[in-house]
């Protein structure tokens, strides 16, 4: 799905400077890009603004042609088709890994599927596709386990499970390799850059994990004052050093 | 340069990064300028007026001890009236079945309470994000369900559908449901919001949110709301029963009109007993699901 932002401007109440500042951003189909920047640099606002969970004060977002900034039908449209993985984890506690992991597949969801899901199991059609994901990423033996009984690796890869099984065209991951160990990190990333023909958008502040994505786009106080692939290291030194970005 | 020199530093910034800041404004600062006269003044004038209703209050109500002591007669012919308490075979099968009917009423009235309480709680919890103009019928109705007391419902009731256990029934459903549907709605306001949006970005529709995001968050808290509300229904049951409505209170009413004091005392011993009772059971079943929800209620 192609992704359009013209200029954007969000600002929260209270708080004195705008969360993102004019902001122009065009992502291609299948493009892989990472948004780099500190905390507050305005990353996890432009992600949530690409799903309308931020009110911009001006511009817009397009998304595979569906105006998220428009109308309630369209937001949810893009919601759809867009799969989501957090930075705080933002798994429902109370209920199994495999109904967390089905959640994103509620729309399609018959009264049969329902009365399967409430009484803990999974929807017929979704089994098989659901264990073939859970497998490719290793979690698929601790399904039948309590969201509060895994640890904060098997979570991420819960929530990348269930970002991934409604098969979406847009990938929006907000820092996935906080708090997971550099190999585990790194795997959770690779699994984001394998999917097959999602455009993914992936935020960090992990210059390393940045060098992995062909287009970086830095963001610094709501704007965007880099774009492209990033240099070698003492490239980025001469590029950010003067501005203070890193 | 290495890849460490050039590593950002986390700068510290308000609650989380870039989420939605608190909406509530930040609490007024009390206003210092006022001088320390002003302030000693305003604080003698509260104490002269919450003095003031206090003895208002207890000259206008005629209570002290000469009151009291004044009641001795009275009090000394109802305490040595209940003894010993009358363990008759034929009265212990009647205070049983007062004990059941009284449980009956409040099992039936917890049911009725739930079925209703809790619908209302989810169309008033914000986080549910229902209609607007039904959250807020919602609130009226369960606010005057819970305003009226089981004791009025109760006469009302008696007065509509006759004596006996049914009105007890429909009093304390109504009030129960008026406390579960505000009491509810908090819990499930209180639950973590990140889940809750996270299902929601899905494009989940509401109901699908508060199915499967709230109320699984939320569960463990409405069950030890549930039992809370039994034992203050065992409570209820026990005074409605005076106007009529059936169970042990309307037991204990007929004895005190009729001054058969060693019966009283057998029913209030049993009540006493079965209060205790559905409070222990209620109270372990709660702690065993690790619940967090407040014995102190009734806040409005």
């Known amino acids: ?246 | 340069m290495s890849q460490d020199q050039i590593r950002p530093v986390e700068v510290p910034v308000p609650g989380r990064c870039a989420g939605p800041p608190p909406l509530k404004p930040a609490a007024e600062q009390p206003d210092r300028s006022t001088s320390g006269y002003v302030r000693r003044f305003r604080r003698l004038a509260l104490l002269v007026v919450i003095a003031g209703a206090v003895t208002w209050a207890l000259l206008g109500t005629g209570v002290g001890i000469a009151s009291l002591y004044e009641g001795r007669a009275g009090a000394g012919r109802l305490i040595g009236g209940m003894f010993p308490p009358n363990l008759s075979a034929d009265l212990l099968n009647s205070v049983a079945a007062a004990v059941f009917e009284t449980l009956q009423i409040s099992i039936a009235g917890l049911f009725f309470g739930a079925l209703l309480g809790l619908p209302l709680a989810l169309l008033i919890a914000g986080n549910v994000r229902g209609p607007a103009w039904l959250a807020s019928a919602a609130r009226l109705f369960a606010t005057f369900m819970r305003s009226v007391p089981e004791l009025l419902w109760a006469l009302l009731f008696v007065s509509t559908v006759g004596l006996g256990p049914a009105a007890g029934v429909y009093a304390i459903s109504l009030h129960a449901a008026g406390m579960l549907a505000k009491l509810a709605s908090e819990q499930l306001e209180a639950v973590d919001p990140a889940p809750v949006e996270a299902v929601r970005l899905t494009g989940a529709t509401r109901t699908a949110t508060a199915v499967l995001a709230i109320v699984p968050q939320a569960r463990n808290n409405l069950a030890s709301l549930l039992l809370y509300q039994w034992e203050c229904n065992i409570r209820s049951s026990a005074v409605i029963g005076f106007v009529g409505a059936g169970g042990i209170g309307q037991a204990l009413g007929v004895s005190l009109h009729l001054f058969r004091y060693q019966e009283l005392a057998t029913l209030l011993i049993a009540l006493v007993l079965m209060v205790m009772t559905v409070d222990r059971i209620s109270r372990a079943l709660r702690r065993s699901m690790g619940a967090s929800v407040a014995t102190s209620r009734k806040a409005d």
């Open chain 1, 1 to 246: 799905m192609r992704v359009e932002v013209r200029d954007l401007i969000v600002q929260f109440p209270q708080r004195p400077d705008r969360a993102l500042d004019g902001v122009d951003l065009t992502v291609e189909p299948g493009e892989q890009v990472a948004l780099l920047g500190v905390s507050g640099s305005g990353k996890t606002t432009l992600l949530r603004a690409l799903v309308g969970a931020v009110r911009p004060i001006t511009g817009t977002v397009t998304v595979g042609g569906a105006s998220v900034t428009g109308s309630r039908e369209e937001q949810r449209r893009v919601r759809l088709r867009t799969g989501i993985i957090r930075q705080r984890d933002d798994l429902v506690v109370g209920m199994r890994a495999q109904t967390n992991a089905i959640i994103g597949t509620a729309s399609t969801w018959g009264p049969v599927d329902w009365l399967q899901v409430l009484s803990g199991r999974v929807p017929t059609r979704y089994r098989e596709p659901l264990t073939a994901l859970a497998t490719r990423h290793g979690i698929d033996s601790h399904l039948r386990a309590r969201i509060e009984h895994l640890s904060g690796g098997q979570r991420q890869r819960i929530a990348l499970v269930r970002a991934l099984l409604p098969d979406p065209d847009l990938l929006l991951a907000d820092e996935p390799t906080s708090g997971l160990d550099p190999v585990a990190g790194r795997t959770a990333v690779t699994a984001l850059q394998t999917v097959p023909q999602a455009t993914v958008i992936v935020s960090t502040h992990d210059i390393g994990v940045a060098r992995r994505f062909p287009r970086v786009v830095a963001l610094r106080a709501g704007r965007v004052i880099f774009d492209g692939p990033l240099p070698d290291d003492d490239d980025i030194a001469a590029l950010y050093e003067p501005v203070g970005v890193l």
